[in-house]
């Protein structure tokens, strides 16, 4: 397919538009618009595969949290870390965002190479690496605020998990369009 013209086609010209629009040269308003229609797609992969996991693998109860967070010392600080890998819902939170996350990457950076950003800014191995590397640092940012609301507080996996979305969007698009690829 040969790519669309970088100024914005009359919009009765439907056809040219939508080309224009799927391109990758498409103005950064609507490449952030693909890049969230990509999102809710991963997003959604990521909800069926974590919602999958706790209802046939790995139940969360969040009604069974017991820790209240420490109030000081370093001493209490590290008991209580202790005490969250030690919780079967903070373990099965993390088991069940895990899976979620492996399914969700996969859709990500399908969608995102074909057909939000621009490859090339790096060998693809590389771009491939830095790409799962971003959605890992903020996988982990974002299961650490989950396990800690879901163990601390009881607070729904879905309401855990919508905070770890948040974070996630944040830092994989600024990461992916500046360091990853090309814009």
Not at 49 to 60: C, E, M, Q, W, Y
Not at 82 to 104: E, H, K, Q, T, W
Not at 137 to 162: C, M, P, Q, R, S
């Amino acid at each position: 397919m040969t790519e669309a013209p970088r100024d914005i086609p009359p919009i009765r010209e439907w056809r040219l538009w939508l080309a224009w629009a799927a391109s990758h040269d498409a103005h950064p308003l609507i490449q952030f618009v693909k890049y969230g229609i990509a999102g809710g797609l991963a997003l959604f992969t990521d909800v069926f595969f974590f919602t999958l996991s706790n209802v046939f693998l790995f139940p969360i109860d969040p009604g069974a949290a017991s820790l209240s967070p420490p109030s000081g010392s370093l001493a209490e600080w590290a008991d209580w870390l202790r005490l969250m890998r030690a919780d079967p819902a903070v373990i099965n939170y993390i088991r069940c965002n895990v899976i979620g996350f492996l399914f969700s990457n996969a859709v990500a950076y399908v969608l995102n190479v074909k057909w939000v950003f621009r490859g090339g800014r790096h060998q693809k191995h590389m771009e491939m690496f830095l790409f799962l590397l971003v959605s890992f640092v903020a996988f982990l940012l974002g299961t650490a605020i989950g396990a800690f609301l879901v163990g601390t507080f009881g607070l729904n996996e879905y309401l855990a998990k919508a905070g770890n979305v948040v974070a996630a969007i944040l830092i994989n698009f600024v990461c992916r369009k500046f360091v990853v690829f090309q814009g």
